[in-house]
DNA sequence: AGATAAAATCACATATTATAACAAATACAA
DNA sequence: TTGTATTTGTTATAATATGTGATTTTATCT
């Protein structure tokens, strides 16, 4: 026999393979009644992972996609330009506001993250975030977490922004560090 | 057997493939009586997705359109990034796929522009570009139209955005008049 | 127009699924 | 152990879905 909280979790790796089930299904295979299988997916429809048809059950896209609307690290709400994205181990993906709490979380999980990419902020191609530069202290504010950091492509364009801008350029290491002191010196939110 | 919520599902999917369908097609390929199929295409036909002749339906195109990803004026896809919307006296709001389109476009269509707004490049706030300024010559080249015009809210972010990338400002008439000569004496295409 | 065939709609019967109420089983703390 | 709370299953009832055949509407003939 299964708990209850695993046969939950049991369902919700079903319907996101499958994308929808019926109700019979899931009692056959969960070796349980049809009203125990309501009864479980009842707070999922509520949380609006997933959505209840006559007969069963099928997959929220929108709720199950990449996309989660907000930062994981400061939830924020996301600006896909900004978004710093973490494709960890066991294959989920997780995305934050901007590479300030993305540096912070990629810290934080360390070996778990497998890639992590982010937008080049002047050309908006995506890259990956150990070969980016990122620069910090610029005079632009805009309006995300601070310390502010930005992501290049290419150091030329970095050093050129800064150029007009202001600010100090960081290689993936080093920024990584640098948030990460100077969140701990500062000793406050960052966000908002 | 299918659930009913699958097969409604379906019979979007097919109808947009095949653009129109007999009701008996429908019923056959489902294994479904023709009575279940009106019950199921009711909906849509109220909602506007599809259109009921008789004996099938078709697809309501305009209704089904990937929401007009495609700049007015070069056909290119719109980045949202540098969008430049315009807005008409007859309510109908037309979008380009950068400052240099909308520019070329603002100018054809004169009085009939009510207002017109396009994104700050760096802050991606939303500005009035007849008060906007505008970048060209830079370095930089994003991959939009040439010659290539970036938006800027405040003078100060594009003239220390020009001291790294190079480039010259102008106000949103002389952008303007610029582009359009830029285009008659070259006399080309400016987009792709 | 009137005739005809095809399709749509309606009304009803039936089947499936959902929900609520209650009973049984289980888990767990005192 | 006992008492209590939680979980699960069963049953009855309500809601929804589907199919059938009668009737009405529509399209297309002459």
């Not at 929808?20 to 009692?27: E, G």
Request: glycine residues 6%; aromatic residues 8%; proline residues 3%.
């Amino acid at each position: 026999m299964m708990l209850p909280s695993e046969r939950r979790k049991q369902i919700l790796n079903y319907i996101r393979e499958k994308k929808s089930l019926k109700i019979v299904q899931l009692s056959e295979w969960l070796g349980v009644s049809e009203m125990t299988i309501h009864r479980d997916i009842k707070p999922l429809v509520e949380e609006g992972l997933i959505i209840k048809t006559f007969g069963g059950i099928s997959l929220n896209q929108e709720r199950n996609e990449v996309n989660k609307q907000d930062c994981v690290y400061c939830y924020s709400p996301i600006n896909q330009r900004l978004a710093y994205r973490l494709i960890l181990q066991d294959q989920r993906i997780e995305t934050t506001c901007c590479a300030h709490c993305g540096l912070l979380r990629h810290k934080q999980l360390g070996d778990e993250v497998l890639q992590a990419i982010c937008p080049d902020f002047l050309m908006q191609t995506t890259i990956s975030t150990t070969s980016a530069w990122f620069l910090m202290d610029t005079s632009l504010d805009l309006g995300c977490c601070q310390p502010q950091v930005l992501s290049f492509q290419h150091k030329e364009h970095a050093s050129k922004f800064a150029l007009g801008f202001g600010g100090t350029i960081y290689s993936f290491s080093e920024a990584l560090h640098l948030v990460f002191n100077q969140m701990q010196s500062k000793n406050k939110g960052c966000c908002y």
